[in-house]
């Protein structure tokens, strides 16, 4: 937990400021409905934290409410399955490639039977499979301990949340048979989905997502405790994979727009990172009807715009973001 007296008062603290200002107000989208307890979230909470790569903090609104990961969490357990199986291994089972579709679309691909990529709900399950441990504990253990690196502290899970995601997750259930129907994934679904299922409803603020943002911006290192959360080798993978397919079928517009390396999570998470300089972390839990955070989007619309983040912006070589 990082303490506000570490917030660092500052021109991009104004900036956040006054975005969050200008976005409170908007009440466009919904709350996403589909998992009965996050229907019960307070629509007007919302928060904006930076972190840059060398610790600085940046945060205004709601930083210290907890919610539940979501999709987020894709991004760092398929990191774990990288490490541990290597990446060629990795793509026999789950591909890179962006979808078009819902993120909880039924589809693999036609041709190899994998899901699209890892950031899409059948992609995300084949790839928490492959999470190394001798049973469904040591497993979860594990990947709790993986999560604690690039938070800094332990992290629980919010039991409602699990357990009204494994009650009602009958199309996750589906897209599991389907996957071993082709080989994907093995005998021991109801196991696979219960983990898929705990590692979504870890429970997290703004402010922690914003230190898991930075600790990929800074090749894998957490900027506060200067632990490797992930080998340097995979960080390229896991961001290119964020950068095509994080946003769902929003991907392509996102990439036009912003230009950043990005992860949304149905519970209004967002997390965007810019390679060694930041990580950016948004939550507010009104979706659009793609199941990103309406709020989170323009604010990281704004921010990319202002002080040129988009990855091809060096380009122009016209402005740069000095943390300040």
Not at 273 to 301: H, Q, T, Y
């Amino acid at each position: 937990m990082i303490d506000e007296s570490e917030v660092i008062r500052s021109p991009l603290l104004s900036v956040l400021e006054d975005l969050h200002i200008k976005y409170q107000q908007l009440q466009e989208g919904k709350l996403a409905n589909y998992i009965p307890e996050l229907a019960k979230v307070n629509p007007d909470l919302f928060s904006i934290c930076v972190m840059t790569t060398d610790g600085q903090v940046f945060a205004v609104g709601d930083c210290q409410h907890l919610f539940t990961i979501q999709s987020i969490s894709k991004v760092f357990v398929y990191g774990m399955a990288l490490e541990e199986h290597g990446r060629e291994y990795v793509l026999t089972k789950v591909g890179v490639e962006p979808t078009g579709d819902a993120f909880n679309s039924i589809v693999l691909d036609e041709m190899s039977k994998r899901p699209y990529n890892p950031m899409v709900n059948a992609g995300a399950i084949a790839i928490t499979s492959l999470i190394k441990g001798s049973g469904p504990t040591e497993r979860l253990n594990r990947m709790l301990e993986m999560f604690k690196k690039y938070i800094g502290h332990d992290i629980f899970i919010d039991i409602s949340v699990f357990m009204s995601e494994r009650t009602t997750g009958h199309r996750n259930r589906a897209m599991a048979h389907l996957m071993l129907n082709f080989g994907m994934i093995d005998q021991k679904i109801e196991e696979v989905l219960d983990l898929y299922f705990q590692q979504c409803s870890l429970m997290v603020n703004c402010q922690d997502l914003a230190v898991m943002a930075a600790t990929l911006a800074n090749n894998g290192i957490n900027p506060i405790t200067r632990e490797q959360a992930v080998k340097s080798d995979y960080v390229r993978d896991i961001l290119s994979v964020m950068y095509t397919c994080g946003m769902y079928n929003f991907a392509g517009e996102w990439a036009y727009k912003v230009g950043l390396p990005a992860k949304s999570g149905v519970s209004g998470g967002l997390i965007v990172v810019v390679p060694n300089k930041m990580g950016i972390a948004v939550f507010s839990p009104l979706l659009d009807e793609r199941g990103n955070s309406v709020r989170g989007v323009k604010v990281c619309e704004e921010l990319s715009q202002q002080y040129c983040l988009h990855i091809f912006d060096y380009l122009r070589g016209s402005c740069k973001f000095n943390g300040n």
